[in-house]
């Protein structure tokens, strides 16, 4: 599925889109980072969770839930939120 | 009249380098000074003078840098401490001075915390890397890691992987020690202070804020605590641990078995083996008090150390007391100060010098740095006796690091 990249990651792929397999957001966050090591641990802390100022976007939805299903028709965005000067 | 080196001068913006005085002595050997900010990283080189200094960077244009720090054991090799408003926090490292950057593959994160109802210890997330020290001159590519909250790691491999002290980041008293996030400084509550004696490499010390000094006799494999004669704020117990607030630590080079230690309680020196600190600050003009951030300690003499007074009344400022910023310097121990403001701004001036943003070279006559919250850069090439701006117009300074070219 496209996948949809902040700026700020934009060091680990290079490239705005790129395309990631995945059955839930856990599982394409893990092929994320097989492609792109260190991608996950920026936006997914130790405990596994999301970090504050990273929101992701399913169709345009935005989603908490890591175990989310995804199909791979669908489009994700990962946005980077509001976190000050 | 003031010089620059041709890179500096023709930069059309970002920090502006100025010279100092020719010194009385000249140095052969070059300093690097590492400075990390909120906004990224510099590197300005020496001559061998002091007197002009050449601009490298920014690195890492916009990150949140903690900390940059060059390991002596190589001269090469740096390692910075990174973070960005937006992703979690790694440690980058170069092997070519910073021509090239990498990023660790295993960067310091606490254990995952194990689920269900029945846990007891709250899982815990590494907020940023805040001190980086290399482990002993006999320990190749082995670094300590500390971080906010407070934790402790070590890597083996040039800060490529990190792996956790549980021994302090897992146990329940040392938790305890820890307290939460909001018992911590303002920007989080920090393991700081990683000490190695040159003498033993298993003979350790670090310093939480708040949680105390403690020393470990067997590479970390356990600690204990050294807060005895450390005086912590009115009202409460100094046999609490958790109470205390070391804010800066600081072996000899000269004696290791002699530490100082500017607290959010003053300032102290300690002995070893006694386990007793004494508060030299008592001895500091009263108008001024002995409250600050940094510690820095002579390389070749154990009784000279340089403090950063901070105003530490009413609400805390934090900064330079009656807007008035000065060194003071001990050559005997503590038992007098002499303040050294030469060249410093008069008045008005309300600086605040982090813990981590004001240290000394090993040259002769040793050069002292230090870095303010407002983005200048300021160096004495005579032990303090005379201050001069290196730059201007940098971000928030958060530490100053002096190292030796080879």
């Known amino acids: 599925m496209k996948v949809l990249i902040p700026g700020p990651l934009l060091s680990y792929t290079k490239k705005r889109e ?41 169709n345009g939805e935005q989603v908490f839930d890591m175990t989310h299903s995804l199909r791979p028709t669908d489009e994700l965005q990962i946005v980077q939120a509001l976190s000050g000067g | ?116 109802p029945d846990t007891k210890m709250p899982g815990r997330v590494v907020d940023h890397t ?5 482990c002993h001159a006999n320990e190749p590519n082995a670094w300590y890691a500390g971080t906010s909250p407070q934790g402790l790691f070590r890597s083996d491999d040039g800060g490529i992987a990190w792996e956790p002290f549980s021994v302090i980041n897992d146990d329940p008293l040392y938790r305890t020690w820890m307290g939460s996030v909001q018992d911590g400084t303002p920007d989080g509550p920090k393991l700081h202070s990683i000490i190695v004696d040159p003498r033993d490499p298993v ?35 100094p046999a609490t641990i958790a109470f205390h607030d070391p804010h800066c630590v600081r072996l000899c080079p000269s004696n290791p078995d002699r530490l100082y230690q500017q607290n959010h309680c003053g300032i102290y020196r300690i002995d070893r ?37 901070m105003d530490g009344t009413t ?47 090993a040259l002769d006559p040793v050069g002292l740095y230090l870095g303010t919250t407002s983005g200048e850069l300021w160096m004495s090439r005579d032990e303090g006796h005379r201050w001069a701006c290196i730059a201007r117009n940098l971000p928030e300074i958060y530490a100053v690091e002096a190292a030796e070219m080879r």
Request: zero cysteines.
């Open chain 2, 273 to 309: 083996p006694s386990n007793e600190w004494v508060r030299i600050g008592r001895n500091m003009p009263k108008r001024v008090g002995d409250i600050g951030f940094p510690m820095v300690v002579h390389p070749r003499d154990a009784d000279t150390v340089w403090v950063f007074p």
């Open chain 2, 130 to 134: 805040f001190w980086l020290t290399p």
């Open chain 1, 18 to 58: 790129v395309e990631a397999a995945g059955a839930t957001i856990t599982e394409l966050l893990a092929d994320l980072d097989r492609q792109y090591p260190g991608f996950r641990f920026r936006v997914i802390d130790e405990q596994d969770k999301m970090r504050p100022h990273i929101r992701f976007f399913v």
């Open chain 2, 203 to 237: 003979h350790l010390y670090m310093a939480m804020s708040g949680g105390g000094v403690h020393e470990s006799v067997d590479r970390g494999r356990t600690f204990a605590p050294i807060v005895k004669g450390m005086e912590v704020v009115e009202g409460f117990d």
């Open chain 2, 1 to 116: 009249m003031a010089r620059t080196t041709k890179k500096s001068a023709t930069r059309k913006q970002g920090p502006s380098a100025r010279a100092t005085r020719a010194p009385r002595r000249r140095p052969s050997r070059r300093v690097v000074v590492l400075v990390a900010t909120r906004k990224g990283a510099w590197l300005f080189h020496g001559d061998a003078t002091r007197r002009t200094w050449r601009v490298d960077g920014p690195h890492f244009l916009g990150h949140i840098v903690n900390h940059l720090v060059l390991d002596p054991r190589d001269g090469r090799t740096l390692l910075a401490a990174t973070k960005t408003g937006h992703l979690g926090p790694t440690v980058h490292h170069s092997t070519d001075l910073g021509r090239t950057w990498k990023e660790a593959t295993r960067p310091p994160a606490f254990a995952k915390a194990p689920d269900g």
């Open chain 2, 315 to 361: 609400v805390w400022p934090r900064t330079s007391p009656e807007g008035k910023p000065g060194a003071y310097v001990t050559r005997d121990g503590g038992k007098s100060w002499l303040r050294l403001d030469s060249g410093l701004p008069k008045s008005q001036a309300w600086w605040t010098v982090k813990r981590q943003a004001m240290t000394a070279d």
